[in-house]
């Protein structure tokens, strides 16, 4: 009875056993997964100067949430680019935020292709949301915004249900009446703002700004001009439209559009229901400036920034125009994509940004693995043959198998040992700030550099709104542009006291590249005076460091052409004429692809230590010099978009200085060397090409 007993209890007790264990195990799978708690979404609100700005939107439908929402884009079948922000979500709550990514971040996935993760506070993922493609707009049919007198007249410009191709989707064109009150209000609901017959001054300062800067973020401007050009073009800023009225023809007349439109003109005339008589109409004939002429279009167009403007030579409400069917003017709107491509995100300037700062001095930061070199020599041709020469004469060879194994494990393991000792264990970063001399935006390249085995993260001053991988970074070869901001994780985390940059290398000894953008104050001007070339092809004047900062080089690079001059202090004038024969220029060339200016200025200077150049300093000046180029509108980078020839002739004359220990990036006990490059834009008389 007693044996009964004891078999009873014995069983009782597993029953209970496996129930609590099948209770826990339950309760842990509750607790460890719960199921769709949270939703959320991502949605582009704008295109910005080197950026996108995203909306998050996240809600929570189960218990109060501490912790971190990741916005990853995923790059080629690997996780990647993860936008990490803090946040408490309470239940049943919902929360919108906005995160700002660099356009390489998002550019390098396939379509844009992003996901939502949810973190709690020890980092584990509790659940995980799919998104389509997060960089289309959100377009609606009031698309197209129009500033006119004659609205009504316009009316065709809807394409007659004509579907608009748009970031490769189609869409309807509905247009928005616009005017003085409303026109702030709508701008970012807009991808075209049509001017016609309207003006453009008596929107005031603050409107016409806003128009301005809405086209540098990446709006597309139409301007109908005809017998009303003076009033619409005269209302902007010279340097953001400068378009110029050279005269006006009446109808009846042969005109700069009719002369161009037969026999093989402009393909505008090809699709019209009836065909448009140019004659019929008061054409414009403009003074282009930095524009150039659109080869489908009696217009001109040229890009603005991340935008751009077409200039027609005719008023949109003309009469003549109402002949226009819905696919002529369906391409009307698509003719920016044949001029608005960004060819500065690129071209080898792009390149030469990284591979310049890959340049700088990385004393004390790269593993010396000559010792350990001298070890493998040593032990290759020191250790093997005295060990079999020790067995042989003991007679043993048959252990020497055994013995250069076991030997060798006990070097590769003392080498992995010693070699924790010589990583480099705090994070070192190397940076170069370009901003325009008197502006309050600047853009930073910088590199940061572990040689330990822990992911890094740096924070960057709270000034820094944007951070990312290199914008448009990667590599140009043979034509074909190569991204590579795949080849490693990165982060970059909001917690409310300004923005982290982390790393985590796939390779022990990897570095990884960032772009930053951030707002800063001026620093003074750099002044130019009777900049000319002259009768000896080179460039003569002078030139003002107006700034605060001592420059330990300037450059100045005009077409094809840069001269270097050393030691420009702060306040001091330098005459290129004088300068130049008096040895303070230290490098005057011509060149005709970047490639060979970063060869010239930079590595080849590693070997020539009798030049006296310092290899760091013609870096940094390198990534100066590409950011100040992006930054220009040329006529030669137009025609590059429209497919013409490559940008070796940009109309301005561009003056980059040089300055060390320059404002720190980031924020901490980290070890920085930091560069800065102001420049500045002077228009130049004369030239090796002429502008048109």
Known sequence: MRKQLIKAAFTLLCVLGLLAGKERNTAYAKEEKPADMFTGDVAMLKQEHNGYVMQVTVGNSGADFTGTVQVI?????????????????????????????????????????????????????????????????????????????????????????????????????????????????????LYYLIIDRFDVSSLGDENIEAIQDWVKDGGWLMIGTGEYADKTLSGFDKDFLDVGVLEISVPGEENIASAQAEPFGYSFTMYTNDGVDFTNMAIAELDYGSFFESSDHPAICGSIGNGGAEVYFFSFSDAELQKLNGYTVASMYEDFQNFGYKYDEYSEWEYSRERALSFIDKINTNVNFTWLKVMILVYVVLVGPVLYLILRRCKKCEWYWIGVPVLGVLFIAGVYFLGQGARVKETKVYSVTAQRADG?????????????????????????????????????????????????????????????????????????????????????????????????????????????????????????????????????????????????????????????????????????????????????????????????????????????????????????????????????????ISYGCLYSFEEIEGGRYASH
Not at 486 to 499: A, E, H, K
Request: charged fraction near 25%; proline fraction near 2%; hydrophobic fraction near 30%.
């Open 440 to 672: 309050d935006r600047k853009d930073t390249y910088f590199m940061a550099y572990q040689a330990g085995t822990k992911p890094w993260e740096v924070r960057l001053h709270t000034d820094y709104g944007l951070a990312g991988p290199g914008s448009g970074g990667g590599g140009y070869s043979y034509g074909s542009y190569i991204r590579d901001v795949d080849d490693y994780f990165y982060t970059v985390s909001d917690d409310g006291d300004g923005l982290l940059a982390g790393i985590k290398p796939e390779e022990n000894f990897d570095s990884g590249m960032f772009y930053a953008e951030g707002s800063t104050k001026s620093r003074g001007e750099i002044s130019c005076e009777d900049l000319k070339y002259d009768r000896k092809g080179t460039i003569a004047g002078k030139i003002t460091n107006g700034t605060d900062c001592d420059m330990s080089y300037m450059a100045v690079w005009y077409q094809d052409d840069i001269m270097v001059f050393s030691d420009v202090k702060a306040g001091e004038t330098i005459d290129l004429k004088r300068d130049k024969q008096n040895g303070k220029c230290v490098f005057d060339n011509t060149f005709y692809y970047v490639d060979d200016l970063l060869y010239d200025m930079v590595s080849v200077y590693r070997y020539r230590t009798d030049l006296g150049y310092e290899q760091d300093d013609m870096a940094a000046l390198l990534v100066g010099l590409g950011i100040a180029e992006s930054e220009k509108t040329s006529v030669s980078d137009q025609l590059i978009a429209a497919g013409g020839a490559k940008p070796s002739a940009p109309e301005q004359a561009v003056i980059v200085g040089v300055v060390r220990d320059y404002d720190r990036v980031t924020e901490g006990k980290y070890s920085e």
């Open 73 to 189: 884009f995923a790059g080629f079948d690997s996780g990647n680019c993860a936008y990490q922000t803090q946040i408490t979500l309470p239940s049943q709550g919902k929360k919108q935020f906005t995160i700002n990514i660099t356009d390489t971040a998002a550019d390098t996935t396939r379509g844009g292709a992003c996901a939502l993760n949810f973190l709690d506070e020890k980092g584990e993922i509790l659940q995980s949301i799919e998104l389509g493609n997060v960089l289309e707009h959100t377009i609606t049919e009031t698309s197209a915004g129009v500033l006119s007198d004659d609205f009504a007249g316009l009316s065709f410009m809807e394409a007659d249900g004509e579907t608009i191709n748009i970031q490769n989707r189609q869409f309807p064109m509905k247009l928005m009446e616009l005017n003085e009150e409303n026109l702030r209000e709508h701008l970012d609901e």
